[in-house]
């Protein structure tokens, strides 16, 4: 009998969807006076999309800088950790060994990152900390600047012309012998260069857009792509800058993201950062979105991908547009998957 599309997504998803970027700790930091908000509000979502791991990001609002970054870092993965223990379907994995026993066990595996270095301050041994703590994967800015480096601009030029500072390069190096990931997203365009030329291992993007579609520094070239492709990297595709026109912020515009990746460096230097942030988004009051509009961008949310409860949708145009189950497999679970095996 014939497999039918939906028993194909299935098939395809058995394993379990990963993307590895998520703003989780920071909704659970600000609503920390409610309990099992895991369950309550995110598992359906997570169940409904077959995701078996989600990279969940430590960031802290600019509101919290400097003086009490480190406190809510901690903050947030305190709550992580205590909602967690209070699921059965969920666990936090430091490993690749760790990701894969709790999909075997039905939980969702949770990989804790860090958007942006803020919380260490200036002082390297709260890395080891963090390390300790469960931080696998760090991207060293968000948007703005700070101690180690500067974040890209969200306009076509205009990102600082400077690399790294000093203690960034250390950061960088400590982060390398750790075995924890460097994440390249957000950085600007001298940072990522002085990253590669100061490190060996496969590097990530855990999420961004091609500037082919979306021309700013927040996102990557073609150069860029092809050297995370040389380094056998991975980069995950952002579902929120598909495009400046909300018109062309669809889920085909998604998918020629993954394509351009692919056909510069292979379908294995692809993979998913949703970056899902609508809910936070919504709970904005309406000055709050506007000043993002006036600092950033404004958003556009893909309207069949904007949560993960949607991922099967993307599964399902993948098969549509012609992608094998051996590269669909890869782009949803088994570059990162990769990733994690050789450097966690
Ligand atoms: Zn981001």
Redesign the pocket.
Known sequence: MKESIEERIDRLEASGIIDL?F?LPMDLYEKRDRKNLLEAEFLSELDAGNIGAVGV?I?IEDRYLPETALRVALDQIARLYTETAASQRFAICKSYHEIQKAREAGRIGLLITM?GVEPLGTDLDLLRVFYELGVRSI?LT??RSNAVGHGGAFAATGSSPDGLTSFGRDLVRECERLSVIIDL??INPAGFNEILSITTKPPIV??TNVRRYYDIERNISDAQIKMIGERRGVIGV?SVLVSPREDESTMDRYIDHIEYIANLIGIDGVGIGF?FFEFIYRQWPESRQKELAAKFTTPHFIPDLRNHAHARNLTRRLIERGFSDRQIMKILRNNWLRIFEELL
């Open positions: 970027h703003d990001a960031y958007e991207g968000h948007a997203a957000h855990s999420h952002n970056d």
